[in-house]
Nanobody, 119 residues
Framework: QVELVESGGGAVQAGGSLRLSCAAS????????MAWFRQVPGTDVEFVIG????????FYADSVKGRFTFSRDNAKNSVYLQMDSLKPEDTAGYYC????????????WGQGTQVTVSS
């Protein structure tokens, strides 16, 4: 069973930066495709950034292109989300998500970390 734990959320002013971290355990990390999603209460979960397969091409939501960066460190069983030039509309709960080999969907989710951007 894969467990994902996010950290690094918080409050920041518009134009600022935050870096989210996600530590994974329970399965060979290098086999997992990883991504970040976000959700504003009362709305659907939104894909933010992630990879189609472990170590593969990175895909971005149009709303974060040029501002958010995805990275992973297999030695530390971790992925990161560097968020720059933050906007108030980036305010959401951010979730670290994994897709295990053979799974057709993102089937493992962290508990989420809140990001709040003030204008």
């Amino acid at each position: 069973q894969v467990e994902l734990v996010e950290s690094g959320g918080g409050a920041v002013q518009a134009g600022g930066s935050l870096r989210l971290s996600c530590a994974a355990s329970g399965r060979t990390f290098s086999s997992l495709a990883m991504a970040w999603f976000r959700q504003v209460p009362g709305t659907d979960v939104e894909f933010v950034i992630g990879e189609r397969r472990s170590g593969g091409e990175i895909f971005y939501a149009d709303s974060v292109k040029g501002r958010f960066t995805f990275s992973r460190d297999n030695a530390k069983n971790s992925v990161y989300l560097q968020m720059d030039s933050l906007k108030p509309e980036d305010t959401a709960g951010y979730y670290c998500v994994a897709r295990e080999p053979g799974a057709s969907t993102w089937n493992r989710w962290g508990q989420g970390t809140q990001v709040t951007v003030s204008s």
